[in-house]
C-alpha cells in the first residue's frame, strides 16, 4: 500500500506548493502595460521598452542605455550611469512603484520580468556602487524589472544578473541635472582602506599625493571604493570639504574646493574630458566639445597621444578602454607631481611635443 499512497502524497504537496507560490504570467502581462515599447533602440523587443515609474510628481518614463538612445524625446540624461527620462506620446496604463531592497526582499523567491518573458530568483546583494550593480540570481533583460507584486519592482534591469535599485534611481530622478562630485583623485581600496592611487594634475591646486589613505570626508568615514564613491558624488559643488588622512604615517587634515566630474562610470575617464576632450581606446582624440586653455589649445581631433616624458602611454596588455584610460591617468598624475610634463603627439603620420 505505501508504494500507491506516496505517489498521491507528492501530487497533493506539488498542488499545495503550487498555491502559495505566485503566478509571474500575470507580472509579464502587467509589465506590457507599465512599459512602452522604443523605436530605433536595441535589437528585441525587451530591449525596446522604457519602464514608468511612479513618483510624486507623477508617472515617468525611464530607461537604461549605455549609449544615448536614438530616436526618441530625452527630457533628461545621465550618460555617466546610463539613465534616461524620455517623453512617451502614448502613457503606459499601468507604472511601477519601486520599493527598497529589505529583508523581506532578501528572502522572498522574486523574479526577473520583460517582454513576454520571467526568470524566478532572489535577490543577491543590493548596489553598493554607481556601476556596481545589485544582483539577481537569474537573468534579468535591460530595461526589464525584478519584482514580487506585479505593481512593486527593486529595480531595473542592465543586462546579464544586474539591475540598478531605487537608492540609485531616486538620485537620478531627483536632480535636475546630473552631477557627481569630484575632489582630484581615483583611489583604490586595499585592506579596508581608501588610497589615493591618481592626483589630477588639472585639478585646481590639487592637495593630495600618491598613496594618500584617506579616512573621512567631511567626518564621514570611509571603509570601502563604493563609500568614497558616493561620498565624493555627493559633495555639492564648489564648496569646501574637509578630508582626514594618513600621509608618512601621521595624520593630516586637508581641505579642497568640490569641482564636478567630466568622465567616469560609463564614461571615459582620463582627465582631459574637464577640457572637453574625449579620446578613444587607441588615445586618439575623437571629440573636442569646446575651447581647450592655453597649451592644450593646439590639440586637433585626428590626434594621438603617444609618450608622455618619453615613456609610452599604453602599456603591454593594456588590452581594453579602460585599461588605456587608467593608463594615461597614471602618466599624467606622475608628471604633473614632477610638474614637468611633455606630450608627444602624433598628427597625420607626423610627430610633436607639446609642454603642458
Same mark, same amino acid.
Given at each position: 500500500?505505501?508504494?500507491?499512497?506516496?505517489?498521491?502524497?507528492?501530487?497533493?504537496?506539488a498542488i499545495?506548493?503550487?498555491?502559495?507560490?505566485?503566478?509571474?504570467?500575470?507580472?509579464?502581462?502587467?509589465?506590457?502595460?507599465?512599459?512602452?515599447?522604443?523605436?530605433?533602440? /536595441?535589437?528585441?523587443?525587451?530591449?525596446?521598452?522604457?519602464?514608468?515609474?511612479?513618483?510624486?510628481?507623477?508617472?515617468?518614463?525611464?530607461?537604461?542605455?549605455?549609449?544615448?538612445?536614438?530616436? *526618441?524625446?530625452?527630457?533628461?540624461? =545621465?550618460?555617466?550611469?546610463?539613465?534616461?527620462?524620455?517623453?512617451?506620446?502614448?502613457?503606459?496604463?499601468?507604472?511601477?512603484?519601486?520599493?527598497?531592497?529589505?529583508?523581506?526582499?532578501?528572502?522572498?523567491?522574486?523574479?526577473?520580468?520583460?517582454?513576454?518573458?520571467?526568470?524566478?530568483?532572489?535577490?543577491?546583494? +543590493?548596489?553598493?556602487?554607481?556601476?556596481?550593480?545589485?544582483?539577481?540570481?537569474?537573468?534579468?533583460?535591460?530595461?526589464?524589472?525584478?519584482?514580487?507584486?506585479?505593481?512593486?519592482? %527593486?529595480?531595473?534591469?542592465?543586462?546579464?544578473?544586474?539591475?540598478?535599485?531605487?537608492?540609485?534611481?531616486?538620485?537620478?530622478?531627483?536632480?535636475?541635472?546630473?552631477?557627481?562630485?569630484?575632489?582630484?583623485?581615483?583611489?583604490?581600496?586595499?585592506? /579596508? %582602506?581608501?588610497?589615493?592611487?591618481? *592626483?589630477?594634475?588639472?585639478?585646481?591646486?590639487?592637495?593630495?599625493?600618491?598613496?594618500?589613505?584617506?579616512?573621512?570626508?567631511?567626518?564621514?568615514?570611509? /571603509?570601502?571604493?563604493?563609500?568614497?564613491?558616493?561620498?565624493?558624488?555627493?559633495?555639492?559643488?564648489?564648496?569646501?570639504?574637509?578630508?582626514?588622512?594618513?600621509?608618512?604615517?601621521?595624520?593630516?587634515?586637508?581641505?579642497?574646493? *568640490?569641482?564636478?566630474?567630466?568622465?567616469?562610470?560609463?564614461?571615459?575617464?582620463?582627465?582631459?574630458?574637464?577640457?572637453?576632450?574625449w579620446l578613444?581606446?587607441?588615445?586618439?582624440?575623437?571629440?573636442?566639445?569646446?575651447?581647450?586653455?592655453?597649451?592644450l589649445d593646439?590639440?586637433?581631433?585626428? =590626434?594621438?597621444?603617444?609618450?608622455?616624458?618619453?615613456?609610452?602611454?599604453?602599456?603591454? /596588455?593594456?588590452? +581594453?578602454?579602460?585599461?588605456?584610460?587608467? +593608463?594615461?591617468?597614471?602618466?599624467? +598624475?606622475?608628471?604633473?607631481?614632477?610638474? =614637468?610634463?611633455?606630450?608627444?603627439?602624433?598628427?597625420?603620420?607626423?610627430?610633436? %611635443?607639446?609642454?603642458?
Amino acid at each position: 500500500m505505501t508504494h500507491k499512497i506516496l505517489p498521491a502524497i507528492l501530487l497533493l504537496f506539488a498542488i499545495f506548493a503550487n498555491a502559495f507560490s505566485y503566478d509571474f504570467s500575470y507580472c509579464v502581462k502587467y509589465y506590457e502595460q507599465a512599459s512602452s515599447q522604443i523605436s530605433n533602440f /536595441g535589437s528585441n523587443q525587451s530591449k525596446q521598452r522604457a519602464v514608468s515609474i511612479k513618483t510624486a510628481k507623477g508617472n515617468v518614463s525611464l530607461l537604461f542605455s549605455v549609449l544615448p538612445p536614438k530616436g *526618441v524625446k530625452i527630457l533628461k540624461a =545621465d550618460p555617466f550611469v546610463g539613465l534616461y527620462l524620455i517623453d512617451t506620446p502614448k502613457a503606459p496604463k499601468m507604472a511601477y512603484q519601486v520599493l527598497n531592497i529589505d529583508n523581506y526582499a532578501r528572502k522572498k523567491e522574486l523574479s526577473s520580468i520583460a517582454y513576454n518573458s520571467s526568470a524566478k530568483g532572489k535577490i543577491l546583494k +543590493s548596489q553598493t556602487g554607481f556601476t556596481h550593480y545589485a544582483q539577481f540570481s537569474a537573468p534579468v533583460a535591460r530595461n526589464g524589472v525584478v519584482g514580487n507584486i506585479c505593481y512593486q519592482i %527593486y529595480g531595473i534591469g542592465v543586462g546579464g544578473n544586474y539591475f540598478i535599485d531605487k537608492t540609485y534611481l531616486d538620485r537620478f530622478l531627483n536632480q535636475k541635472s546630473p552631477y557627481y562630485g569630484d575632489i582630484g583623485v581615483r583611489v583604490v581600496q586595499r585592506d /579596508g %582602506y581608501v588610497i589615493v592611487r591618481q *592626483v589630477d594634475p588639472f585639478f585646481k591646486k590639487n592637495p593630495f599625493l600618491p598613496g594618500d589613505v584617506i579616512l573621512s570626508i567631511n567626518n564621514k568615514p570611509l /571603509g570601502s571604493y563604493e563609500d568614497f564613491e558616493w561620498v565624493v558624488s555627493n559633495l555639492p559643488y564648489q564648496k569646501e570639504a574637509e578630508v582626514l588622512l594618513i600621509r608618512d604615517n601621521q595624520k593630516k587634515t586637508l581641505k579642497v574646493s *568640490v569641482d564636478r566630474r567630466y568622465g567616469g562610470f560609463l564614461l571615459p575617464d582620463t582627465f582631459l574630458e574637464r577640457f572637453g576632450i574625449w579620446l578613444d581606446e587607441s588615445l586618439t582624440i575623437r571629440r573636442i566639445d569646446e575651447n581647450p586653455p592655453e597649451k592644450l589649445d593646439v590639440l586637433q581631433v585626428g =590626434d594621438k597621444i603617444v609618450w608622455i616624458n618619453k615613456t609610452s602611454v599604453i602599456k603591454k /596588455g593594456d588590452d +581594453s578602454r579602460a585599461k588605456v584610460n587608467d +593608463s594615461l591617468r597614471s602618466a599624467l +598624475s606622475k608628471a604633473g607631481l614632477r610638474n =614637468d610634463m611633455e606630450v608627444l603627439i602624433m598628427r597625420n603620420g607626423l610627430e610633436f %611635443y607639446i609642454k603642458l
